[in-house]
């Protein structure tokens, strides 16, 4: 789509810092020369809409012979979301999926009652020297739908739709924003989506979404009059119109948001639940390792190593 009125903001500079609700610093961790930036959950800040757990992945370059092994661990209660700016993995789950992702594609996995996954390089980008960069979220289940069958959805970029005007393009990656939806299907409102804006481009928020928050991936922001730079997540207050403007670099953002759930969530580990009892039968039938009667399998095609419970949490 080359023009939408909706992503045109309706006048010049209408958003003000009081608008602003919280501005969060993400922890960042090194993992051996990839570097993990945690946004969600902050101390502040649980969710933004169901988003639950936001990590920016890298950037990250590796030599010949070396990349990403994330074996095979359990979710439950959440949906996961995969988004990358450069480079590819693996996806294997327990359900039998096995699927590569590129950049600008999304995949979705819905945990559910209980899912298990991995996320490796593949062999062939193991043979030179590679790079990569992403977005890594979880996204909270409704109480109601917790405990659904796990499930997998992969779309590719073309998928995905794409809104394009002066100075500045979006990508929608999963829910609803400026009068388009993405195909990936979802357990409650909510948008997530990838823009970039060129030096001084203004773009609104979308204003039907009752949680609303925005991601600096690169470049910089103009927010009320101040300036706000790559790795900081701003939440907004409900109701007020909110537009954003490029710095003088320009910016890369990810929109995220949506319907609030109707309470916190209890959250260990890999596990997300309305109740402590769920998390501790989770944390039971992991520590089992009954992959063949259990709750939790491994996927197939990765069933030589897991990673295990932890100790002492």
């Known amino acids: 789509m080359s023009w939408n009125p909706a992503i045109e903001p309706s006048c010049p500079d209408c958003t003000n810092l009081e608008s ?39 950037p990250a370059e590796f030599v010949t012979g070396n990349g990403i092994d994330v074996r095979p661990h359990p979710h439950i209660g959440l949906a996961t979301v995969t988004y990358l700016y450069r480079g590819e993995f693996q996806h294997r789950d327990s359900i039998g999926t096995d699927q590569m992702i590129y950049p600008g594609e ?133 109701g007020d119109k909110i537009t954003i403007k490029a710095g003088a670099s320009g910016a890369r953002l990810m929109l995220l948001g949506g319907e609030t759930l109707n309470g916190s969530r209890y959250i260990w580990w890999n596990f997300v639940a309305s109740s402590k009892d769920k998390i501790d039968a989770a944390k039971q039938a992991w520590a089992q390792g009954d992959w063949e009667h259990g709750r939790f399998r491994l996927p197939p095609g990765d069933t030589e190593e897991f990673i295990r419970l932890p100790e002492g949490r």
């Open 106 to 238: 999304v995949n979705w996995m819905i945990a559910g009652n209980g899912v298990t996954h991995s996320e490796r390089t593949s062999a062939e980008t193991r043979q030179a020297p590679h790079k990569l960069f992403g977005i890594q979220t979880w996204v909270a289940l409704p109480d109601s739908d917790e405990e659904v069958d796990a499930g997998f959805e992969h779309h590719d970029k073309d998928a995905l739709p794409f809104i394009e005007s002066e100075g500045k393009q979006v990508r929608l990656i999963i829910g609803t924003a400026y009068g388009e939806r993405a195909p990936v299907k979802t357990f409650s409102e909510m948008f997530y989506a990838d823009a970039i804006l060129e030096p001084g481009a203004q773009l609104p928020l979308p204003d039907d979404h009752e949680d609303r928050g925005i991601y600096i991936v690169s470049g910089s922001v103009d927010i009320g009059g101040d300036a706000f730079e790559e790795g900081r997540m701003m939440v907004f207050r409900p």
């Open 20 to 58: 602003i609700e919280t501005v969060i610093v993400p922890r960042s961790r090194d993992l051996g020369g990839f570097e993990v930036r945690r946004a969600l959950p902050a101390p502040r800040r649980q969710m933004v809409g169901p988003f639950i757990f936001f990590d920016q992945a890298g």
